[in-house]
Every structure is written in C-alpha cells, then in structure tokens.
C-alpha cells in the first residue's frame, strides 16, 4: 500500500495496515529508524502499567516478604520431593490434632 506524504508534521498509517499490524486506537508504538527504515514497533503494557503506583508498592511489598521464604530444597530427586511433602503433611495433621 502507498500514500502521499503530506506537508503537515503526521503520516497516516492506513487502516488496513494497522489492522494486519494487530495496533488498535489507543496503543502505544515506537519508532526506530536505521539506514532510511522507519519500522514501527507496537509496545506491549507492563506491569507498571497495569497498577496504580499505591496497587505496586503492595505488590512489591508482598513479593519482597514472599522471597524471604520459607523455602525448602532444593531436593535431588522426585522421590526426596515426594518423601519431604509426606513428612510436611504429617506434621499439619499433628498440629491439627491437637488443637481440636
């Protein structure tokens, strides 16, 4: 597809161009241009654009207090993974037992 550059500063990116690209109103693109290629590139949301910055910090906090663990293994087999989770749950059956 060709169109005529126009003397105003915008270039119009037709309809059905946009549409192949997968860009709809709204989105956000990029430019880059190398050796006389201007390629648009469509720039995919992050996370901190999801979240208000209030919504980020908790979420960071949260993350932060999860890292800290409590982490078990790493185990050398299945078969250790297997035998730690049975002890694991015997443990909770335990504790459950005496509290009821």
Same mark, same amino acid.
């Given at each position: 597809m060709t169109v005529v550059v126009q003397s105003k500063n915008e270039l119009v990116v037709p309809r059905g161009v946009r549409r192949r690209a997968g860009i709809k109103s709204g989105d956000r693109v990029e430019f880059k241009v190398s050796g006389g290629?201007?390629?648009?590139?469509?720039?995919?949301?992050?996370? =901190? =654009?999801?979240?208000?910055?209030?919504?980020?910090?908790?979420? =960071?906090?949260?993350l932060a207090e999860a890292r800290k +663990?409590?982490?078990? +293994?790493?185990f050398k087999t299945a078969g250790e993974a297997i035998a730690f989770l049975g002890q694991e749950i015997g443990k909770r059956k335990r504790a459950a037992r005496k509290t009821t």
């Open positions: 290629i201007i390629n648009i590139i469509p720039k995919l949301p992050t996370a =901190d =654009d999801e979240y208000t910055p209030a919504q980020r910090r908790a979420i =960071d906090a949260r +663990g409590p982490y078990y +293994g790493p």
